[in-house]
């Protein structure tokens, strides 16, 4: 057994799987419990103004407590309005942003329609021209052509035309 102080090491047994030991902080006696005083310890009696002055300074602490409360959720309020603030100028940001993209958007569709309509119309002009002067070509060698048999005809018939 090994002492040094107040701590005891005594060994228990010794095992194969292992070793036990008991270790004992104090001298075990039977009078080991420290000094408890028997009877309870007399209060000082309170006067009625160190009453009144505890009273107070409770009375002040709630108060001091229910002002750090109310500081606190006013500024909480404060960030939330600030929040709600800056959230309702990022969507107005957004919603004009989004405005001026459509706006765009449709102002490039107007002027691509108009020039598809002015392309369109140009080549249907072309087409209408052409086309007319095919017909009037085509009246021209068709009258050419009656003219020539209505010669032929009247030089067969001996008339004059």
């Known amino acids: 057994m090994a002492s040094t102080g107040d701590i005891q090491i005594k060994e228990l047994n010794k095992r194969a799987s292992g070793q036990a030991f008991e ?8 009078d080991a419990k420290g000094e408890f005083p028997l009877s309870p310890t ?8 160190e009453i009144k002055r505890k009273l107070e300074a409770a009375e002040e602490r709630r108060k001091s407590h229910e002002a750090e409360i109310l500081k606190h959720l006013a500024e909480k309020r404060e960030h939330e309005k600030e929040v709600i603030q800056k959230a309702i100028e990022e969507n107005c940001n957004f919603m004009k942003s989004a405005q001026e993209k459509l706006n765009q958007k449709m102002e490039a569709n107007k002027e691509n329609h108009s ?6 119309s140009e ?14 070509s085509s009246l021209t060698l068709n009258k050419m052509k009656i003219t020539d048999l209505i010669l032929h005809f009247c030089t067969l018939t001996g008339q004059e035309a």
Do not use: G, H, Q
């Open 23 to 30: 270790v004992i902080l104090s001298p075990s006696t039977p």
């Open 42 to 49: 007399k209060k000082k009696e309170m006067s009625l103004d």
């Open 115 to 120: 020039a598809r309509m002015a392309a369109l």
């Open 123 to 136: 080549k249907f002009k072309e087409k209408v021209s052409s086309s007319c002067t095919d017909i009037c």
